[in-house]
């Protein structure tokens, strides 16, 4: 009897060691665990992703990026609730393919200097802020792009590469320059003249002078 319960006892003491080891372990694996969510979750605050700004560029009224990508080869209706590339009467993409300067289309830029392809002035002619109601720039440098809406006045601005993704924590080089137009742009007719008041009755006495001067030459002859 004394042996079966010292073997019962031994039994017990064993199990509960066992189950007191595996809490142990458990606990240990959540804790570890948790202390690697914790860091992930420093890392994605710590990462900060650029976004476009109107500080870098003029012309434009608002702005909408960066998108990874390049603009060439996407669709890019939709941006700005405009539809650039199916709606109708547009322009398609007026490319300058060069990071420094070009022009092609009515539409041109250069860098603000000869080495420097972050940042420079556009411009564009006649041709297209005659033909166009609305207008949008794209900017693609590095492996992203951000878009401008034009702010459909503006024949000269300048642009900038700050609104795309940092290439290592600076501004990345221009790829290439983009212009999109939208809408056939709709003309106001001048409105006409209306004398002042003043005008009219002066006007009204010249007249009514020379009649008079008229009969009387009229009567006399």
């Not at 017990?12 to 060691?17: C, D, G, M, T």
């Not at 166009?132 to 601005?157: C, E, H, I, P, R």
Request: hydrophobic share 35%.
């Amino acid at each position: 009897m004394n042996k079966h319960l010292s073997l019962l006892i031994g039994s017990s003491l064993l199990a509960v060691s066992a189950m007191t080891m595996f809490a142990d372990s458990a606990s240990a694996k959540g804790n570890g665990k948790g202390n690697q969510n914790k860091n992930e979750t420093v890392e994605q605050s710590s990462t900060v992703a650029a976004s476009c700004t109107l500080s870098a560029f003029s012309g434009v009224t608002s702005c909408e990026g960066p998108f990874s990508g390049n603009n060439s080869n996407q669709s890019l209706d939709g941006l700005f609730d405009i539809n650039w590339e199916s709606g109708s009467f547009v322009s398609g993409e007026i490319k300058v393919d060069n990071g420094s300067k070009g022009s092609t289309g009515g539409f041109s830029f250069k860098s603000a200097k000869d080495q420097d392809k972050q940042s420079g002035t556009w411009e564009l002619d006649k041709s297209i802020t005659d033909k166009y109601q609305y207008g949008m720039f794209v900017v693609k440098a590095g492996n992203s792009f951000s878009s401008y809406f034009w702010d459909g006045l503006s024949t000269t601005g300048v642009w900038d590469t700050l609104g795309v993704t940092p290439n290592n924590g600076g501004s990345p080089d221009l790829s290439h320059f983009s212009f999109y137009g939208f809408g056939q742009r709709v003309v106001e007719p001048p409105t006409p003249t209306i004398p002042e008041p003043a005008t009219v009755i002066g006007l009204l006495a010249v007249g009514g002078g020379i009649v008079a001067s008229r009969r009387k030459k009229a009567q006399s002859a």
